[in-house]
């Protein structure tokens, strides 16, 4: 069965500081893999995704993602974070396959302290 | 373009009463997604429509729960009699079956269950 696993559970970060969230997936298939991000009172939003092709992905918030196959990871990154990064980061996978159900890790909760 | 539209908000009921949540999704998508999401966890899908028909609910606990999507738009999400265990943020999703991967979540409604 298909798993995904976020290794750290809640990170504290000062501006300006730089971020790596880690998140591996296990699963024997071509999977597409996905950074949700869910702000405070909000829903979550796709932060990142990877198909297929150039496995340094870039998102939205100048959040960008690396693909290695080799280790099944997908992390998270993102130079410099601002206060306005505090939110909860999940990392989900779901087969090559249109339609079908994204399998999440259990989140990380990123604070932000200015 | 309006998002994935999900009511009620909030809802707080006694265990062993029926409950009820409604699900619009962005017009034109196909496939319809219903997640929970227990209190420091991923979403898990519970089930899958594709247009009306449900393809996917082998994750649904069909001796209190159920679900329908009336002429592939709106959809329905039921739960009688509800139990403690049930207090969860419910989503839906929504995405373009066949072309995308990409799925767009609503807000939720977060139930509970006293």
């Known amino acids: 069965a298909q798993s995904v696993s976020q290794h750290n559970h809640h990170v504290i970060l000062s501006e300006a500081a730089s971020l790596e969230l880690g998140c591996n997936y296990s699963y024997g298939g071509t999977v597409n893999l996905f950074w949700y991000v869910q702000y405070p009172g909000q829903h979550l939003q796709l932060l990142l995704k990877?198909?297929?092709?150039?496995?340094l992905v870039k998102g939205i918030k100048g959040f960008e993602a690396e693909f290695i196959k080799s280790k099944f990871s997908f992390n998270l990154r993102k130079p410099s974070v601002q206060w306005s990064d505090t939110a909860e980061y999940f990392c989900?996978?779901?087969?090559?396959?249109?339609?079908?159900?994204?399998?999440f890790g259990k989140g990380t909760t990123l604070s932000v302290s200015s | 373009e309006a998002g994935v539209v999900q009511s009620p908000r909030y809802k707080i009921i006694e265990k062993k009463q029926p409950v009820a949540f409604w699900c619009n999704p962005i017009s034109g998508h196909n496939t319809l997604y219903w997640y929970r999401q227990n209190l420091g966890q991923g979403p898990e899908l519970l089930i899958r429509?594709?247009?009306?028909?449900?393809?996917?609910d082998s994750q649904l606990p069909k001796d209190r729960f159920s679900a329908e999507r009336l002429k592939g738009v709106d959809s329905t999400l039921k739960i009688q009699p509800a139990e403690l265990g049930d207090s969860a943020v419910y989503l839906c999703?929504?995405?373009?079956?066949?072309?995308?991967?990409?799925?767009?979540f609503g807000p939720g409604t977060r139930l509970t269950v006293t």
């Open positions: 990877y198909f297929s092709g150039d496995p």
């Open positions: 999703a929504s995405s373009l079956t066949a072309v995308s991967y990409e799925q767009y």
């Open positions: 429509y594709e247009n009306e028909e449900a393809v996917d």
């Open positions: 989900a996978v779901n087969a090559h396959q249109a339609g079908t159900a994204l399998i």
